[in-house]
């Protein structure tokens, strides 16, 4: 799940983070004051993080303010892939099933929301057959039926038109893509696909070539949202989604902002999940972070949607006069470099090693806002909150220890080893509505200058990463050889988190991310032996196995395994954090203590 210069402007950038990271160390350590500003009313510090702060005092009604410096990828649910966005999507889309309204780890686990239960399975794990509830329904008060729920499910193949978002559903319905999507469906209904039977309106069964006991989880993702056909305007769906959730579309100006409104023919009694508080649900998007942050600390905003931490600036003011409003989660993203294989000379395994150890790692931690609002030192590619993970102790590139600051030595010895001892010439690819994304490629930029790799760093809107660095061909046409990004779990498991960025099955012509390009067969076949296995423990042993093995490919540097300090108005009530969205602030039943 995907989020998001001078050398004089570098400078300023890290001493600004330089200093917040001390500011952080004093903060953590209990400093810092609790109250004072806008913390008048509010929760406490951390308040939020991991448990529920002050759901007794919200009320219905009232417009609740999100602030955001990216708008999403997409608001198609076939289609978006940022976090924020699937956060978001509750409002106005169902699943057959969703997680639970719960802080923490419960909050990760499933329960049923357009269907009536977990669904019946059959005994060899490949049927699963699920009744959807009544009274569910659209925005114009029409029924909801399981044929909606196939149609919008069958949009996932149609990549050549609705590209971006993530094929789980295609790959464990249909591996090998035999059905082409419901627009080149030649069946008179559009509804062909053969793996997903509709027996009646409230019945829906899926029939699975090989179990795959991650299934339910990708019921949950967007992706299996319901979508009417005579709604579906294919790409332009994006700008106005049809509702099958509390709230609607009352307006979407791309890059702007959008708000939602009342879905007044959403029955409470047909959805067990959301409580529908605000009446009015605003986001507005605002590319200038400083100034998006400072509006949330003045109050004009409730929360930051993109979920991505306060900038530089607004941590120092936040953390001296509005402590009471901040919670700082461990969040399931790791931050970092990625070499794309189709870049020379990132296709020889020893320019790759060059660049980890040339980095300075405690100069990039400090440029993301360093231990407490940057994270931990990223040692490996498996985040901590997925099995399998051994956090920092597997380091094989000594990232954390002996090599934490850089090592110029082994740096130059693998240039020489892969052909280019006087260094080479390369692009860093960067999203330009984050500040300690910018800041980070400043850091290692400087780095990689100091064994002669002279990295220019290209800036690029965020909201566009499908089609920029998405496209495998625009990445090798503008020689894109390392990609700054970060990414979460679809769901917690080694499949929910890996195969999109190392199956070579999932490299896609848009919306890719497997931006290393990996091809590896050891890899996918472990992702097989993953997929075909039940007991946990020997889950749990392949996805060590699998992040092995990227880490001997050293097709990444990871920068950190994320921590961030996010902001929450003293206006909302019943917030808390939740594993299912990556440590993020659950959205869909935050209210407001008071709706004047």
């Not at 380091?395 to 954390?400: A, C, K, L, Q």
């Not at 850089?406 to 740096?411: E, K, S, W």
């Not at 690819?429 to 800041?439: L, W």
């Not at 889950?539 to 996010?566: C, M, W």
Request: charged share 20%.
């Amino acid at each position: 799940m995907t989020t998001q210069r001078t050398s004089g402007r570098r400078k300023q950038a890290l001493a600004a983070a330089a200093a917040v990271a001390g500011l952080l160390t004093l903060a953590a350590c209990g400093g810092g004051n609790d109250k004072g500003g806008s913390s008048s009313g509010a929760a406490g510090f951390d308040a939020a993080n991991n448990k529920v702060a002050q759901a007794s005092q919200v009320k219905k009604g009232g417009t609740l303010k999100f602030v955001s410096t990216q708008d999403a990828d997409f608001w198609d649910t076939t289609r978006g892939y940022y976090g924020f966005m699937w956060d978001f999507a509750r409002y106005y889309s169902r699943q057959l099933l969703t997680y639970k309204t719960q802080p923490g780890a419960e909050g990760a686990k499933l329960t049923p929301d357009l269907a009536t239960d977990m669904g019946q399975v059959s005994s060899d794990g490949k049927t699963y057959t699920f009744h959807l509830r009544d009274g569910v329904t659209w925005e114009d008060g029409k029924a909801i039926t399981s044929q909606d729920i196939k149609y919008g499910i069958e949009r996932v193949w149609a990549q050549d038109v609705l590209s971006g978002g993530p094929i789980y559903l295609q790959q464990m319905l249909d591996p090998n893509n035999t059905y082409k999507g419901p627009y080149k469906d030649t069946s008179k209904d559009k509804l062909g696909l053969k793996a997903i039977s509709t027996p009646d309106a409230k019945t829906i069964v899926f029939h699975l070539p090989k179990a795959n006991s991650d299934f339910p989880e990708v019921l949950a993702m967007v992706t299996a949202s319901p979508i009417r056909q005579d709604k579906d305007t294919k790409a332009k769906y994006t700008l106005h989604p049809f509702s099958s959730g509390p709230y609607k579309f009352q307006s979407y100006s791309p890059g702007k902002g959008l708000v939602l409104v009342r879905n007044t023919n959403w029955k409470a009694s047909s959805d067990p999940v959301r409580k529908a508080y605000p009446d009015k649900i605003t986001l507005d998007i605002s590319s200038n972070q400083n100034d998006s942050d400072q509006r949330l600390i003045n109050g004009d905003y409730d929360i930051d949607a993109s979920q991505t931490g306060l900038g530089p600036q607004a941590r120092q003011i936040a953390l001296k006069q509005h402590k009471g409003n901040l919670d700082n989660p461990v969040s399931g993203f790791i931050r970092y470099a990625v070499f794309p294989q189709t870049v020379k000379p990132f296709d020889n395994i020893h320019c790759r090693k060059a660049v980890i150890y040339a980095a300075d790692h405690v100069s990039i931690q400090t440029a993301r806002g360093g231990p407490v609002a940057g994270g931990d030192i990223g040692t490996n590619m498996l985040p901590p909150s997925v099995a399998g993970s051994e956090g920092q102790k597997y380091d094989p590139y000594g990232i954390s220890g002996a090599n934490k600051n850089g090592n110029a030595d082994l740096a130059k010895k693998e240039l020489k080893a892969c052909g280019k001892p006087n260094g080479f010439s390369t692009t860093i690819a960067v999203r330009n509505n984050k500040a300690q994304e910018v800041a980070t490629a400043t850091s290692l930029q400087a780095s990689l200058k100091k064994v002669g790799i002279n990295a220019d760093i290209y800036q690029y809107d965020g909201s566009q990463s499908s089609g920029i660095i998405g496209a495998p061909a625009n990445v090798a046409k503008k020689k894109l050889g390392i990609i700054i990004m970060g990414w979460g779990p679809d769901f917690p498991t080694v499949q929910g988190y890996g195969i999109p960025l190392w199956s070579s099955h999932y490299i896609l012509q848009s919306g890719n991310n497997n931006f290393a390009m990996i091809k590896d067969k050891t890899i996918d076949g472990l992702f097989d032996q993953y997929i075909g296995t039940q007991a946990e423990a020997k889950k749990t042993q392949i996805a060590t196995d699998i992040n092995h093995k990227v880490s001997e490919g050293a097709y990444y540097l990871p920068f950190t395994f994320e921590r961030l300090l996010n902001f929450r108005s003293s206006r909302i009530g019943n917030v808390y954090t939740s594993n299912a969205f990556s440590g993020y602030y659950d959205f869909v039943n935050i209210g407001l203590k008071s709706t004047k």
